[in-house]
């Protein structure tokens, strides 16, 4: 082998050693797997490009390089996201509890962890500039000092501080979803899914909350609610439309998990169609996210595929 094939190998090596959290940095920024594996890609790209000798601190310069492209991406998708068919919700990225580092989004062991990747805070998220979502993101998920903030997203230390705490004021933060252990919860949910398959209304009632939401993602190619329902009450009747449907005769369900929470994957002969992902506070159900967009779907197929 040359020194000049040596030395691309050795670079190659280098930035495969950073990829996983490469894309699950660029996840929690964009809300999007299939945009976070673009990404990933064009940072590659760059790194590839640079001259040798040239990076310092590869973490430093890869995560500098990511960040910014993430955010240029954040300003375009805003404007895509205000014409976006009913509501829009992040795709779903399956995971396994206790997997660790293996996870595609990096460890999920703590409570911090799951939420910096729960489908609610992720939608929440929406809400923040690009620059307030990637300062929150560093500092929050990662843990990045503001000073190593304020250098990945090219600002002041002073600026990255402001940037932060508006973000958590805008959020609601400090708040922590997971107030229940992972065994609750998933009881709780699959009592849920089995009240709800089973059109057992009393038992909704019991595990809805009064101010429940449902929220379903069909993008406009599939049929899906194009407005959020709200209340126990429509949300029950919603439910139970759903369930009473003759095509959801035809589809099986299994137990999942998708971003860190207990979920449920709806299959038609094999193939994702759904992923429904109850929040659950205080043990209530408090929200109900269903993404059935197939594009948004295709980075959770491809996992069980």
């Not at 169609?273 to 269903?290: A, F, I, K, N």
Request: glycine residues 8%; contains cysteine.
């Amino acid at each position: 082998m040359t020194t000049e094939a040596a030395e691309a190998a050795e670079s190659a090596a280098e930035f495969e050693a950073h990829r996983p959290r490469l894309f699950s940095l660029a996840y929690r920024m964009l809300g999007s797997a299939s945009e976070a594996e673009d990404v990933v890609q064009d940072t590659y790209l760059r790194w590839n490009a640079a001259e040798p000798g040239s990076v310092l601190v590869p973490v430093a310069w890869l995560t500098k390089v990511m960040t910014n492209l993430c955010v240029n991406r954040l300003t375009s998708a805003r404007a895509r996201r205000e014409t976006y068919v009913g509501p829009w919700l992040p795709e779903p990225v399956l995971t396994h509890a206790g997997a660790g580092a293996a996870e595609p989004l990096g460890p999920l062991e703590s409570v911090v962890q799951r939420e910096s990747v729960s489908l609610a805070l992720l939608t929440l998220m929406e809400r923040l500039t690009p620059a307030e979502r990637a300062v929150f993101v560093l500092r929050e998920a990662f843990g990045h000092s503001h000073r190593e903030v304020a250098e990945a997203v090219g600002i002041e230390e002073a600026n990255s501080r402001q940037l932060h705490r508006r973000a958590r004021e805008r959020l609601g933060h400090p708040r922590r979803r997971f107030d229940v252990d992972d065994g609750q919860r998933a009881k709780i949910v699959e009592r849920f899914f089995a009240a709800a398959l089973g059109g057992d209304v009393a038992g909704l009632e019991r595990l809805l909350a009064d101010e429940v939401v449902a929220w379903s993602d069909g993008g406009g190619q599939v049929s899906a609610a194009r407005r959020p329902v709200t209340g126990r009450a429509k949300v029950l009747r919603f439910l139970l439309g759903l369930g009473a449907r003759p095509e959801a005769a035809l589809l099986s369900i299994e137990s999942g998990e998708a971003n860190g929470e207990p979920a449920a994957l709806l299959l038609a002969d094999g193939a994702l169609v759904g992923v429904v992902v109850p929040e659950v506070r205080e043990g209530l159900v408090v929200g109900v996210r269903t993404v059935l967009n197939p594009g948004k779907l295709a980075f959770a197929a491809g996992q069980i595929a």
